[in-house]
């Protein structure tokens, strides 16, 4: 499957269902890419704006659309990765914004302290705090359009 096919799915998904998707056609293509680039890593679509265990069971709540979808929407106007946006958000009336995390913290390592195993660098974006696991940062921030160079590892092999 390709980015734009996953849209066209997505986006008629998203109608049937009474959501909106992001108007900005990059950004979602950019959010496509990640969801095909999760897929064909981990097997599901988990959000490419999260960081994966690589683990179903323990990336369940971030498998596209998440669990915290709604919650997002309703007291921000859109979803973490801003793929799903209320309509004041798609008619322009509203800016997208950084979405705080809801997600509960890092899973425990076997000494109690928090752990991730990333097979990728993790970059952050200085401004707006978007994660994406990738070998080198996006040359534009789908959230912000903060440029590579706003970027800091925040995790690294």
């Keep these: 499957m390709k980015a734009q096919e996953l849209y066209d799915q997505k986006k008629r998904e998203a109608r049937e269902a009474g959501y909106i998707l992001n108007p900005d056609q990059d950004l979602v293509l950019t959010l496509m890419e990640g969801l095909l680039d999760n897929?064909?890593?981990?097997?599901y679509q988990s959000c490419p704006c999260r960081l994966s265990e690589g683990v179903r069971e323990k990336d369940r709540d971030i498998i596209c659309p998440c669990d915290y979808r709604d919650q997002d929407l309703a007291e921000y106007g859109a979803c973490y990765?801003?793929?799903?946006?209320?309509?004041?958000?798609a008619s322009g009336k509203k800016e997208l914004t950084s979405i705080p995390e809801r997600r509960g913290t890092a899973s425990k390592g076997s000494n109690g302290k928090a752990g991730f195993t990333v097979s990728l660098p993790v970059y952050r974006c200085r401004v707006c705090g978007y994660l994406c696991a990738k070998e080198n940062p996006p040359r534009v921030c789908p959230i912000c359009?903060?440029?590579?160079?706003r970027f800091e590892i925040?995790?690294?092999v």
């Design 145 to 149: 359009k903060a440029t590579s160079d």
């Design 154 to 156: 925040f995790l690294s």
């Design 39 to 43: 897929q064909e890593r981990y097997g």
């Design 81 to 89: 990765c801003g793929l799903y946006v209320d309509s004041d958000i």
